[in-house]
Nanobody
Framework: QGEVVESGGGLVQAGGSLRLSCAAS????????AGWFRQAPGKEREFVAA????????YYSDSVKGRFTISRDDAKNTVYLQMSNLKPEDTAVYYC???????????????????WGQGTQVTVSS
């Protein structure tokens, strides 16, 4: 069936940057829309960013807009989340999600995604 695997999490000081990667194994990412979600301790999972299958459209939550950038490299079968100017409130487990899509659609609801990674921890110290 294949899977989606995140990497790139870690510990960073406030104001720093990290880049998360989401690699697809056993499937071709180029016909999938993708998104990033996060879940902080004691909180529900929340939407962070989404990208269409072509990469032509992206969408961000208000809390990360202007600081995070979602992108994709289909030649590498990978979706990225570049995070800059990180804040302690960005601390969470970050999840990559994907779903088949060939339209110019991005998806914000976690229920709209079919495939999920295991998550990668991002910790931002103050």
């Amino acid at each position: 069936q294949g899977e989606v695997v995140e990497s790139g999490g870690g510990l960073v000081q406030a104001g720093g940057s990290l880049r998360l990667s989401c690699a697809a194994s056993g499937r071709t990412f180029s016909v999938y829309a993708a998104g990033w979600f996060r879940q902080a301790p004691g909180k529900e999972r929340e939407f962070v960013a989404a990208i269409t299958w072509s990469g032509s459209r992206t969408y961000y939550s208000d809390s990360v807009k202007g600081r995070f950038t979602i992108s994709r490299d289909d030649a590498k079968n990978t979706v990225y989340l570049q995070m800059s100017n990180l804040k302690p409130e960005d601390t969470a487990v970050y999840y990559c999600a994907a779903r088949p899509s060939t339209g110019a659609y991005y998806y914000q609801g976690d229920y709209e995604y079919r495939y999920w990674g295991q998550g990668t921890q991002v910790t931002v110290s103050s």
